[in-house]
């Protein structure tokens, strides 16, 4: 199916986040936002995923 | 080096600097790190952004900032909505593990002011949610009286807009905030150009200076910094020192008694 992440299509065979994560080898600090909610990891094996779901993928950044 | 800083108090925080200070716009990583150092900021302004995958830059640049031993203060700069600030305040304190965030809410591209309608009601939402909320915020009393309204203990009315460096754009309504919000951690953020603006701040009696710009895009960042951390302890020595009256005319520091030549009429 296809994921909308970070804003591009995205082709993924991930059921839910956890199984994306490892798809996508995500490490390091990162946080993930599921069709504009934020998902807290402790929830990642229990949210799934469906066809055209925006997920956003966000890292640390320099900021002021 | 002697210094005059006393410990005081930011969201229950025992700090020492009154410095808050960017981690964007410099030359490279080590001058960011360096500048930091030299500003003696304790308290260190950070963002989150789309990670592209397989990019690990803002790994790299966490460790920096990590090794640097500073609170940090996570923004949510470029949220336009109280539901997309929310959403990234959210993401920033899983990935920082903080709760502290500074919340920005834009509501014009071109001048970078904030939406205070959306402000209030994003502060008020997350405060419930256990955020400790830095809103950025201009300088209308009534916006920093409606986020001290919804629980706001500390609130960041700018100078002047983002990056302008224009310093201190009003300072009839910053004395006005100042004094109408006596219990209020008032923190001066955006607009900073160069170090008398920011002893400028302190001298009003602000807590405290936010800044960025005014250090990462100086010649020499690394002085420039310790040009700012100097500049703060004097702003805030001079407030706690009381400053005298202004007078509309002259009145001659040395005593008149005893002038040579001085022939009374």
Known sequence: MILLINDKPTESNAQTLASLVLELEIEGAFALALNENFVPKSQYADTFVNENDRIEIVAPMQGG | M????????????LLQSRLLIGSALYPSPEIMRQAIQASESQVV???IRRQNIGDQSGQAFWQIIQSLGCHILPNTAGCRTAQESI??????????????????????????????????????VLIEDGFEVFPYASDDLVLCQRLVDVGCRIVMPWASPI????????????????????????????GIGKPSHAAQALEMGFDGVLLNSAVALADDPINMASAFKLAIE???LGYNSGTMPQREFA?????????????QG
């Open chain 2, 234 to 236: 004097a702003g805030r």
């Open chain 2, 163 to 190: 990056g302008s460096g224009k310093g201190i754009m009003n300072p009839y309504n910053m004395e006005l905030i100042r004094q109408r919000l006596p219990d209020t951690t008032l923190i001066v953020d955006a």
């Open chain 2, 87 to 124: 959403t990234t305040a959210q993401m920033a304190r899983e990935i920082f593990g903080t709760n502290w965030v500074k919340l920005e809410v834009i509501g014009d591209d071109y001048t970078l002011q904030p939406d205070p309608f959306d402000l209030v009601k994003a502060a008020q």
């Open chain 2, 45 to 47: 302004t950070v963002s």
């Open chain 2, 251 to 263: 009145t001659p520091s040395t005593p008149v008694l005893g002038t040579p030549f001085w022939h």
């Open chain 2, 2 to 13: 002697t210094t005059h800083n006393q410990a005081w108090s930011l969201a229950d925080t």
